[in-house]
């Protein structure tokens, strides 16, 4: 009788915190969203001290922080090289990835990995079609790309 009664209190205790709990899907500081995009005149090196492999091992909060206080919906113009592009086939009808044109993987001066590329661009087809870009599967790889990006 006692164990019913302490389940059902916490029960009812758990079902009141899930109900006035503030929601997951908010944001919340340090990861609110600027409300205003802007123009960054930052180099790769400068972002990968602030926000890059090693910060994020040292302290994910703080880089964390950085990154959506100065770089979150901003956007920045660097040069890096083609590691690898191909154009997105949605295998889900009616999904997000139906806008997506191309994925490009670029490798960056100082790059953070031998083995994987530094940046993957997602290259809608609404901008493909607006900047006239060449088919990305066209060139070779280790071209020099200068691309303009939004974090």
Request: aromatic share 14%.
């Amino acid at each position: 009788m006692y164990a019913i009664v302490a389940l059902t209190l916490i029960l009812l205790v758990s079902l009141w915190y899930a109900w006035m709990r503030p929601s997951l899907m908010d944001m919340k500081s340090p990861y609110k969203v600027p409300e205003t995009s802007q123009a960054l005149s930052i180099t790769w090196a400068d972002y990968l001290k602030d926000c890059g492999g090693e910060q994020i091992v040292e302290n994910f909060i703080h880089a964390r922080s950085l990154f959506n206080r100065n770089y979150e919906h901003n956007t920045v113009e660097w040069t890096g090289y083609l590691y690898e592009a191909k154009p997105v086939e949605s295998l889900i009808p009616a999904s997000w990835f139906d806008d997506l044109a191309y994925t490009v993987s670029i490798k960056m001066w100082p790059s953070e990995s031998h083995l994987h590329p530094d940046i993957v661009l997602s290259v809608p087809y609404t901008v493909a079609e607006a900047t006239q870009i060449p088919d990305f599967t066209e060139l070779a790889k280790g071209s020099e790309i200068k691309f303009k990006g939004m974090f």
